[in-house]
């Protein structure tokens, strides 16, 4: 009655470490896979294979104690703030929700706690009886960065967090996660569509294409437009383009991004990019390092690659 089922891999031969204190950035098309990714790395999703590893151990291995720690330490910030807050609550309650399930402290030492959070993301104690719909975008958004870190955390994972607000507010929330990152060696996956923007604080850039990772970079060579040329075509597109970064030759991407569930062989990305060749269609490119933790899947630098 419903036919046959189809699979798809969001996600595919993506490999990567995260290293404590890095903020890690990973771009792409919508529908690249980056939120997959993330939530994979939350345990949100599990891998139909392949392994996540968090300080040495497999994801699927944490068990008692050790899971509660876990889920402490890894968290995840979204795009909606209005998706993650209980409209019901107040933001008092939303930000005690983590020590209640976690069982941490004495009231008195919850409010406290609750308090210091709200010093720390720069909110004034007289939010704390309000509601949701009575703050705006980047309000909420600090109160969702503060439930975050009620855990002390050791990774945030955020998902499009500043896609949804204005470009000051943007800015903001970007300087206070930089700040936080600083203030308690965070580590930061840094998900968005926004390559200009991720490359600005990142220490690294996981660039994705149809699940499937494109190019693996320090930021200084993706600021100078990067070697793929879906990292080019990325930045060709992007509404700041900088006329010195030296790549004008390259065109900007034309037409939709290929549905997963029938993705071109071959390279990917071979159906719109500018530069692809005869054997793009055939080879499916693998990972040709150019340098320190750079990498690049794109037969054009094979001949370049570091042995
Ligand atoms: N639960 C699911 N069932 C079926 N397909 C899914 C599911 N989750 C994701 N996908 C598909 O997997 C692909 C990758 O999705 P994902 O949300 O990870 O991409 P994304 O890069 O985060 O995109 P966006 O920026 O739009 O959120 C998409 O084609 C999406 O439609």
Same mark, same amino acid.
């Given at each position: 009655m419903f036919g046959k089922t189809r699979s798809l891999h969001a996600v595919q031969d993506v490999s990567f470490a995260l290293q404590p204190g890095e903020i890690l950035g990973i771009v792409g098309e919508s529908g690249s896979g980056k939120s997959t990714l993330g939530k994979l790395g939350m345990s949100l999703l599990k891998p139909t294979s392949g392994a996540i590893r968090y300080q040495g151990k497999l994801l699927s291995d944490y068990r008692g104690n050790d899971l509660k720690q876990l889920r402490c330490d890894l968290q995840m910030v979204f795009q909606d703030p209005n998706a993650s807050l209980n409209s019901r609550l107040t933001i008092e309650q939303s930000l005690r929700e983590p020590f209640i399930l976690h069982k941490r402290g004495s009231k008195q030492d919850q409010h406290q706690e609750i308090l210091r959070l709200l010093n720390v993301v720069g909110l004034p104690a007289s939010v704390l009886h309000r509601y949701p719909h009575e703050l705006s975008g980047g309000q909420k +958004?600090? #109160?969702?960065?503060?439930?975050?870190?009620?855990?002390?955390?050791?990774? &945030?994972?955020?998902?499009? *967090?500043?896609?949804?607000?204005?470009?000051?507010?943007?800015?903001? &929330?970007? %300087?206070?996660?930089?700040?936080?990152?600083?203030?308690? %060696?965070?580590? !930061?996956?840094?998900?968005?569509?926004?390559?200009?923007? #991720?490359?600005?604080?990142?220490?690294?850039?996981?660039?994705?294409?149809?699940?499937?990772?494109? $190019?693996?970079?320090?930021?200084?060579?993706?600021? +100078?437009?990067?070697?793929? /040329?879906?990292? +080019?075509?990325?930045? +060709?597109?992007? /509404?700041?383009?900088?006329?010195?970064?030296?790549?004008?030759?390259? =065109?900007?991407?034309?037409? =939709?991004?290929?549905?997963?569930? %029938? /993705?071109?062989?071959?390279?990917?990305?071979?159906?719109?990019? /500018?530069? *692809?060749?005869?054997?793009?269609?055939?080879? !499916?490119?693998?990972?040709?390092?150019?340098?320190?933790?750079? %990498?690049?899947?794109?037969?054009?630098? $094979?001949?370049?690659?570091? #042995?």
């Amino acid at each position: 009655m419903f036919g046959k089922t189809r699979s798809l891999h969001a996600v595919q031969d993506v490999s990567f470490a995260l290293q404590p204190g890095e903020i890690l950035g990973i771009v792409g098309e919508s529908g690249s896979g980056k939120s997959t990714l993330g939530k994979l790395g939350m345990s949100l999703l599990k891998p139909t294979s392949g392994a996540i590893r968090y300080q040495g151990k497999l994801l699927s291995d944490y068990r008692g104690n050790d899971l509660k720690q876990l889920r402490c330490d890894l968290q995840m910030v979204f795009q909606d703030p209005n998706a993650s807050l209980n409209s019901r609550l107040t933001i008092e309650q939303s930000l005690r929700e983590p020590f209640i399930l976690h069982k941490r402290g004495s009231k008195q030492d919850q409010h406290q706690e609750i308090l210091r959070l709200l010093n720390v993301v720069g909110l004034p104690a007289s939010v704390l009886h309000r509601y949701p719909h009575e703050l705006s975008g980047g309000q909420k +958004q600090r #109160v969702v960065i503060a439930r975050a870190l009620a855990l002390k955390p050791k990774v &945030i994972i955020a998902d499009e *967090a500043v896609a949804a607000l204005d470009a000051s507010v943007k800015a903001q &929330i970007i %300087n206070l996660l930089l700040d936080l990152q600083k203030e308690f %060696n965070l580590s !930061i996956i840094f998900i968005s569509h926004d390559l200009p923007m #991720v490359q600005t604080m990142c220490d690294r850039v996981l660039v994705l294409y149809l699940g499937r990772l494109m $190019e693996y970079a320090p930021r200084d060579v993706i600021a +100078q437009g990067g070697k793929h /040329p879906y990292t +080019q075509a990325l930045w +060709q597109s992007s /509404p700041i383009a900088d006329p010195d970064r030296g790549f004008s030759d390259e =065109e900007p991407l034309h037409g =939709e991004i290929p549905s997963p569930l %029938n /993705p071109p062989g071959g390279c990917v990305f071979h159906t719109r990019c /500018p530069r *692809a060749v005869a054997r793009c269609s055939e080879v !499916i490119p693998r990972l040709y390092p150019l340098g320190p933790q750079h %990498n690049v899947a794109c037969l054009l630098h $094979e001949a370049q690659a570091v #042995v």
